[in-house]
Antibody, heavy 124, light 108 residues
Framework: EVQLVESGGGLVQPGGSLRLSCAASGFTFSNYWMTWVRRAPGEGLQWVANIKQDGIGKYYADSVKGRFTISRDNAKESLSLQMNSLRAEDTAVYYC?????????????????WGQGTLVTVSS | SSELTQDPAVSVALGQTVRITCQGDSLRRYYATWYQQKPGQAPVLAIYGENNRPSWIPDRISGSRSGNTASLTITGARAEDEADYYCNSRDSSGNHLVFGGGTKVTVL
């Protein structure tokens, strides 16, 4: 059974940092693109970042580029999101998802399994 | 354009059929994917590719596409279909994902 479990959310002051983690199990983690998606209160889903199987190919939404860093540890089957210079507008539930649809060589776009999410609140 | 446009809300009577749409230029090149999200829960994959359903989605939910528009249809809506539905695809670079604004489906 595919499982994705996020952790690391919490309350942080504006300008602060937080590191989210996502523990994967039930599939060969190193074979898949992975992604972070967030949903702010009262808003819709917003893509945050993608990372390729090799951990080298990384892509970011303009709203987080230069502040957030996505990374992965294939040996530990873990995905991370380092968030720096946090702003109030980064307040959201953050989801990690398996992303076969992020592969540029395909026409499909699916995120087929999602974690339950972790809440990040940026407030003073 | 990298935007995907969805109607904010639709309602459907119990047992009736409803179609929600997702429009965007990128849909001419990439498939749309649909997700269902219920309050307090994570999104779940609903429709992907040409019209593929994961095992957890009932066959009363289906997808289609024409030109720059993708559609999700619920045939014989049930109370448990009440949820927010999001489409996603990629932008023109192919490297960035984009989501539509979501459609809230209410079953009356």
């Amino acid at each position: 059974e595919v499982q994705l479990v996020e952790s690391g959310g919490g309350l942080v002051q504006p300008g602060g940092s937080l590191r989210l983690s996502c523990a994967a199990s039930g599939f060969t983690f190193s074979n898949y693109w992975m992604t972070w998606v967030r949903r702010a209160p009262g808003e819709g889903l917003q893509w945050v970042a993608n990372i390729k199987q090799d951990g080298i190919g990384k892509y970011y939404a303009d709203s987080v580029k230069g502040r957030f860093t996505i990374s992965r540890d294939n040996a530990k089957e873990s995905l991370s999101l380092q968030m720096n210079s946090l702003r109030a507008e980064d307040t959201a539930v953050y989801y990690c998802a398996r992303a076969p649809g992020a592969d540029e060589s395909t026409r499909t776009t699916e995120l087929d399994y999602w974690g339950q999410g972790t809440l990040v609140t940026v407030s003073s | 354009s990298s935007e995907l446009t969805q109607d904010p809300a639709v309602s459907v009577a119990l047992g009736q059929t409803v179609r929600i749409t997702c429009q965007g230029d990128s849909l001419r090149r990439y498939y749309a994917t649909w997700y269902q999200q219920k309050p307090g829960q994570a999104p779940v994959l609903a429709i992907y590719g040409e019209n593929n359903r994961p095992s957890w989605i009932p066959d009363r939910i289906s997808g289609s596409r024409s030109g720059n528009t993708a559609s999700l249809t619920i045939t014989g809506a049930r109370a448990e279909d009440e949820a927010d539905y999001y489409c996603n695809s990629r932008d023109s670079s192919g490297n960035h994902l984009v989501f539509g604004g979501g459609t809230k489906v209410t079953v009356l």
